[in-house]
């Protein structure tokens, strides 16, 4: 139960911008990091 919660946790940081989550390769590694507010594209 705790990593659905947590990972419902993470669903709404995403929706609120507040993290960025970059992952490079198919099954690879993923780094979240928190939203700085600038735009990386």
């Known amino acids: 139960m ?5 990972f419902l946790a993470l669903l709404e940081l995403i929706k609120r911008k507040e993290v ?5 390769t198919n099954f690879g590694e993923i780094t979240i990091t928190k ?7």
């Open 2 to 6: 705790e990593k659905v919660v947590t």
């Open 20 to 24: 960025h989550i970059i992952q490079t």
């Open 35 to 41: 939203y700085d507010g600038r735009d990386s594209a």
